[in-house]
């Protein structure tokens, strides 16, 4: 071979061929069988309490040993989850949102794998980890995930490397997330080893450990970073309004809150030296850092939770400009924890905020014309709002009107309801129907009847305790978390509310007189959608047009209730060979719980008693009950459902 073709020559580094038993796994895993005796002698292994703990502690010694500086950067977050605490419906809606549509290099749904199935059964997974005590989350960000390109066989390696580390096979799944700036993948690894019993990861490997792993096999698939991408990387950091990299050299090489430019000249900073300057100068700009004298920098205190906070602030806008499609309103994040404070508006977005810790969020295109952020109660389900549909956002005050109410109207400690409708009636205002008043009462009451606050002695009687007020203001932290209430006012977008026989949330604005309508976004397509519904009820005989004038029929909600139920009871009676029995104020109803059906009027529960079948508004808890025996009583302020062989078990 000639000199020239030399020069021609070049590696090009592919994907490694994966070996169960290659003999580096081997290495491996006799010096974590050994890794305890060797403890004893050489001492601490890292300076965690606790990192010593657990499987991988020696391996994370020496992951990443051969790691040079210009290596390739993977970032990982971790999450230890205690199953116990979280709640059996913790992983399932977990792995419903990490499939969820819209995530795969052509916006379609996630596609689950495992260690050798490129179609993981979720279900099945789920179940098998269902008497875990826990289990492990970690999100897997390479910085160069585009050109890794294949991060399903990448994900495969790098959990390979675990089991060599950990000396155990691991059961795992995962999914690719390719919907935002930086491609990632989701890992659900359950808390069992090989063995059957709890597994358990070193602190150390947890935190270390695996991403040194991950970069190396990054690394050796893509070979080292260039010169010309670390500069490339760094300079994009020195403007950006967030807590970077830059960031956090220089509050390392800080002394006594002081960055000196003499400093930066040293040879293991040569590299950055500029861009760490330019950093320095920018932060001056934004008020975060002041030059006291040439070459030397005082950093504020504060600068890192005010760049954290600007780069989720950052992050907010960039997902309402994208719920939004750019369209032209103004951004709002609404406030948690106010009473009184309260938005209606159409879903335009929703997603995790924290992938991680599943915490969700809503984007909320309102009645007023603007865009609001709403971030969502822990364990909140996206699911329970469909994109398009009507919602209210409410925030919730230390201590509720209606606690105070209720507490007020007491006597004794005995609440009920005829005494507050005769003050209702009293107090009554035009815009307020006192039976609606004492209904929303009623609602809370079943409400702390759930978390054992108040008693249901009969119907429209309930025993209160004299702390209401702060026991209701404990059970809404505990069951808010963020200070927000969301309430699902109608699944159906408004398009297709305007011709449909049911009693939708358009004719409730029509009754209620369409108050607080924008002229901007979803508040004028409200107005016009106003217009075709009232052209709709005319069409059916149910509104009456006098010049400008939109006269509404008598009990409008209550008729388009009943002819909606009436149409689907037919269908279902068709459908299933049973009868039809239609419920009424005051009636105790019992049966299996079949299914629920969607309607326009709102949700329902079919109950079957064997020889027919009746529909009786749903509720959420009633949903763990599938298949079960249940019984509804419908009374004047909506139903209340008794669950289990106990009357105690009673739920509003």
């Known amino acids: 071979m000639s000199n020239q073709d030399d020069d021609h020559f070049r590696v090009r580094p592919g994907a490694p061929k994966q070996r169960d038993d290659a003999f580096i796994n081997k290495v491996l895993r006799q010096t974590n069988k050994a890794g305890a005796k060797l403890c004893k002698t050489v001492g601490k292994v890292g300076q965690r309490p606790g990192s010593r703990l657990g499987r991988g502690h020696v391996a994370a010694r020496f992951a990443g040993a051969s790691l040079m500086p210009n290596a390739r950067r993977v970032t990982i977050k971790a999450r230890l989850v205690n199953l116990t605490t979280a709640g059996p419906r913790s992983t399932a809606a977990h792995l419903r949102y990490i499939e969820r549509e819209g995530v795969d290099r052509q916006g379609g749904p996630g596609r689950a794998y495992g260690p050798t199935t490129d179609a993981v059964d979720t279900a099945a997974f789920e179940e098998r980890g269902r008497e875990d005590r826990h289990q492990f989350r970690f999100i897997v960000s390479p910085e160069d995930a585009e050109e890794l390109d294949d991060l399903r066989t990448y994900t495969r390696h790098l959990m390979a490397r675990m089991e060599a580390d950990l000396g155990t096979r691991l059961n795992w799944m995962a999914v690719d997330h390719w919907n935002t700036d930086n491609p990632h993948t989701h890992i659900v690894l359950r808390g069992k080893d090989d063995t059957g019993k709890d597994l358990i990861i070193s602190r150390d490997y947890v935190a270390e450990g695996m991403r040194r792993r991950a970069a190396e096999l990054a690394t050796d698939w893509l070979g080292l970073r260039t010169e010309l991408d670390i500069q490339r990387a760094m ?69 890192e939770p005010t760049l ?62 603007k865009a609001h952020y709403v971030a969502l109660p822990p364990q909140s389900e996206l699911e329970q709002y469909p994109t398009g549909a009507v919602v209210e956002v409410k925030g919730s005050a230390d201590v509720r009107a209606a606690d105070r109410n209720i507490a007020a109207l007491a006597t004794a400690g005995i609440y009920r309801t005829d005494h507050h ?42 025993r209160v305790p004299n702390d209401l007020a702060e026991r209701g203001r404990e059970y809404d932290t505990q069951r808010l978390g963020g200070g927000v209430a969301v309430e699902l006012k109608s ?48 069409e059916q005989g149910l509104v009456e047009r006098r010049g400008q004038r939109v006269i509404l029929a008598r009990n409008l909600l209550a008729t388009l209730r009943g002819r909606e139920l009436t149409k689907v009871a037919q269908d279902i009676a068709t459908e299933t060979g049973l009868e039809h029995r239609p419920v009424s104020e005051g009636q105790r109803v019992a049966g299996i719980y079949r299914r629920s059906v969607i309607l326009a009027s709102g949700r329902y529960a079919m109950l079957d008693d064997g020889m027919g079948f009746s529909l009786v508004p749903w509720k959420p808890v009633i949903e763990r009950h599938l298949g079960q025996t249940v019984t509804a009583v419908m009374g004047i302020n909506g139903v209340s459902w008794e669950l289990g062989r106990q009357r105690g078990l009673a739920i509003g």
């Not at 309103?329 to 992938?355: C, S, W």
């Not at 005769?422 to 004492?438: F, G, I, L």
């Not at 029509?510 to 959608?529: N, P, Q, T």
């Open 421 to 462: 409708l005769a003050v209702a009636q009293s107090q009554a205002m035009p815009d307020r129907d006192p039976r609606e008043v004492v209904a929303a009462h009623v609602r809370r009451l079943e409400a702390l009847r759930r978390a054992g606050v108040v008693e249901r002695m009969a119907e429209g009687v309930w």
């Open 235 to 303: 300079q994009r950091e020195v403007d950006q309004e967030r807590w970077t990299g830059l960031d956090r050299t220089l509050q390392r090489e800080a002394a006594d809150g002081l960055v000196r430019t003499e400093t930066l000249a040293e040879p293991r900073l040569q590299r950055q030296r500029q861009m760490l300057i330019g950093r320095l100068q920018r932060l001056q700009r934004m008020g975060l850092a002041t030059e006291q004298q040439p070459g030397v920098w005082a950093i504020r205190a504060e600068a």
């Open 308 to 369: 954290r906070a600007m780069g989720e602030r950052g992050d907010i806008i960039r997902t309402m400009q994208r719920a939004i499609s750019g369209k032209q309103r103004e951004l709002v994040v609404f406030p948690p924890g106010e009473e009184g404070r309260a938005i209606v508006g159409r879903v335009a977005g929703k997603g995790l905020a924290d992938e991680l810790y599943d915490k969700g969020y809503l984007v909320i295109d309102g009645i007023d014309g």
């Open 491 to 538: 699944h159906l977008p408004i398009e297709r509310q305007t011709r449909v026989i049911g009693a939708t949330w358009l004719d409730q604005q029509l009754i209620g007189g369409s108050k607080g309508l924008g002229d901007l976004g979803f508040g004028s397509e409200v107005k016009d959608a106003l217009q075709l519904r009232a052209d709709f009820l005319t």
